[in-house]
């Protein structure tokens, strides 16, 4: 799991572009997907439910939470990304279409799930330390 909350936005790299907002903004959404759906699956399991007394399982469940509030905006933006011309330039696109309050908000949920992942980095080192 720790790969996926840290790593980059990967392929396909577009000639010229900047900083893959759109990339980035559906990667934190797919995310939160799986760490929900993780979150369900495993509820049971001691530590990881959404309880005072976990820190851990709550911080599982309270990711998602936080990369809620881009949700419609990474819909909203799919919709418009699929309507663009195929030649339309991918910079000029995002530049005129994701503000720079959004922006901020990304890059706030990425410090955010890359937290997420050193915690979850430093739990599984404990545990296996442990076991």
């Known amino acids: 799991m ?7 936005p ?9 900083t893959a907002w759109m990339q980035r903004l559906v990667r934190l959404v797919h995310l939160a997907d799986t760490l929900r759906t993780v979150a369900v699956h495993h509820r049971d399991r001691a530590g990881l439910d959404s309880h005072p007394r976990h820190p851990y399982g709550s911080s599982l469940a309270t990711v998602p939470v936080a990369v ?3 949700r419609d905006a990474a819909h909203d933006l799919e919709l418009l990304w699929a309507r663009r011309s195929e030649t339309a330039d991918v910079d000029a696109w995002e530049s005129t279409r994701i503000p720079s309050a959004l922006r901020t908000h990304i890059e706030a949920l990425e410090q955010v799930v890359s937290g997420f992942g050193d915690l979850t980095a430093d739990v599984v080192h404990a545990s296996t330390a442990a076991g």
């Open 68 to 70: 809620d509030d881009a």
């Open 10 to 18: 990967d392929a396909p790299e577009f000639v010229g572009l900047g």
């Open 2 to 8: 720790l790969p996926s909350l840290q790593a980059p």
